[in-house]
């Protein structure tokens, strides 16, 4: 089937690779001519393990290409639109600004017979009211959620654990649903499940879900704010419960908190609808788990402030990570980066390092110091932070190794990786998040 992505951005490139690795024939769209020129190259212009072998892959094959023209979305019989909802600069609800802009530029191209297809993440409400701007040129819109894990997101197009498309009310949007059935087909054979709603439950499966992930994550951190006030170990409290089946131990993991593309501004954006809806009072916790993600950040500050007895001036600390979570080069968001700023700001010499994120990152807070190697960041450390979870930071870097190379031997583990009595026992000073 041909098929086109407007909006060529994390979201969206995968997408289009992803399509064409299954067979379809894909045209992805954009507006930024860089970014197009890139991908066209076959260079993809973010870190995704995987994405540059598909993309390679479809470019070869002829049925991958990349274009700043919509017009060669005409002819497509769907048409993804994947483009940024970012948090509003004046407040927290999103900013549909690209979405809107991205379906007014595709109306001149759709007839009847064809579907668009929304994947951005829109507040409850948005596929209504672009519904009746699609509506008039015969085409039938739905939402089609994207459910994707940075560092996993190739594997989560081609093998989803869910398929979810809102359809509006009518034969039209049964007929769009069958033509998502087609384009997902070689998933659903795989077992996939293949669910059809509403237009307003599909927007609300993506926030919901994601609303449940921060309030889990937020969750076990408040344990671990409640564990360094009475002696208790954090992990241990979550492999205990995460034993029930009806709670898990998956997302139950205490730290540094979250950060990202998605889940922060997506649980603002949520509780900005809901007031809008007259029903602020629904999600009103969100606000609080927001709270508490701002709050874990601040504790690891505190804790290698604690660790330098207080002294930060002149010392060096160096920062492991970048990057919002490991595999992944998005430091939007980043609290590994909120808490590098942080310590500069209070007089400490930061060195950062991270195996993806560096050139995002100077290109953000250039008043940092960032060292490639690993090995070369920790040299001559006073401190040292583990933000990101990266493989060579949690399994492959020995606490005898790091003894050779740091000034003081003092670890805060912000996101409890560490096996503390392995790092006590070759002598250095360990602090955890909700650790005694």
Not at 180 to 209: C, H, M, N, W
Not at 230 to 247: C, E, F, K, P, S
Not at 348 to 354: G, S
Not at 404 to 428: P, Y
């Amino acid at each position: 089937m041909k098929l086109s992505v407007i909006g060529c951005g994390y979201l969206g490139a995968v997408h289009a690779a992803a399509m064409a690795s299954i067979g379809h024939d894909v045209v992805g769209i954009d507006v930024d001519e860089r970014k197009v020129d890139s991908l066209a190259r076959g260079e993809a212009p973010f870190f995704e393990p995987g994405l540059p072998e598909v993309l390679a892959q479809g470019i070869e094959s002829g049925r991958l290409r990349f274009t700043t023209d919509i017009a060669e979305a005409q002819g497509a019989r769907v048409h993804f639109v994947g483009v940024g909802t970012p948090q509003q600069k004046d407040g927290n609800a999103a900013d549909l600004t690209f979405v809107d802009a991205a379906i007014d530029s595709l109306l001149p191209y759709i007839g009847p017979g064809d579907v668009v297809a929304g994947k951005s993440t829109v507040p409850v409400g948005t596929a209504a009211r672009l519904l009746e701007r699609v509506m008039p040129t015969g085409a039938t819109l739905v939402w089609n959620p994207e459910f994707l894990r940075e560092g996993w997101a190739v594997q989560d197009t081609i093998d989803p654990d869910r398929l979810v498309v809102g359809v509006p009310h009518g034969g039209h949007g049964s007929r769009a649903a069958d033509l998502l059935r087609e384009v997902y087909q070689s998933s659903i054979d795989k077992g996939t499940p293949f669910l059809v709603t509403d237009l307003a439950t599909a927007e609300l499966v993506k926030v919901s879900a994601n609303a449940f992930l921060a309030t889990k994550i937020s969750f076990i951190n408040a344990m671990a704010e409640i564990a360094e006030a009475t002696g208790a170990d954090v992990t241990q409290l979550a492999t205990a419960i995460g034993h029930d089946a009806r709670i898990g131990r998956q997302f139950l993991g205490a730290g540094i908190g979250f950060g990202g593309g998605c889940l922060p501004k997506d649980i603002r954006a949520f509780a900005a609808r809901a007031e809008e809806l007259g029903r602020g009072e629904s999600v009103g916790f969100l606000r609080e788990v927001d709270a508490i993600n701002l709050r874990r950040r601040e504790r690891a500050v505190t804790l290698v402030v604690e660790a330098l007895e207080g002294e930060l001036v002149g010392k060096q600390v160096t920062v492991l990570g970048a990057a919002f979570k490991p595999h992944s080069d998005d430091i939007r968001d980043s609290p590994a980066l909120d808490i590098a700023m942080r310590l500069h700001d209070l007089g400490a010499d930061v060195t950062v390092t991270d195996p993806e994120a560096i050139e995002n990152a100077r290109r953000q807070h250039p008043q940092l110091d960032y060292v490639d190697d690993r090995d070369d960041a920790l040299r001559g450390a006073d401190a040292v932070i583990i933000a990101t979870e990266w493989e060579e930071y949690r399994r492959d870097l020995s606490p005898e190794h790091a003894s050779e190379l740091v000034s003081g031997k003092r670890i805060v583990d912000g996101r409890n990786c560490l096996d503390a009595a392995l790092w006590r026992a070759a002598g250095w000073t360990y602090f955890g998040m909700g650790r005694p």
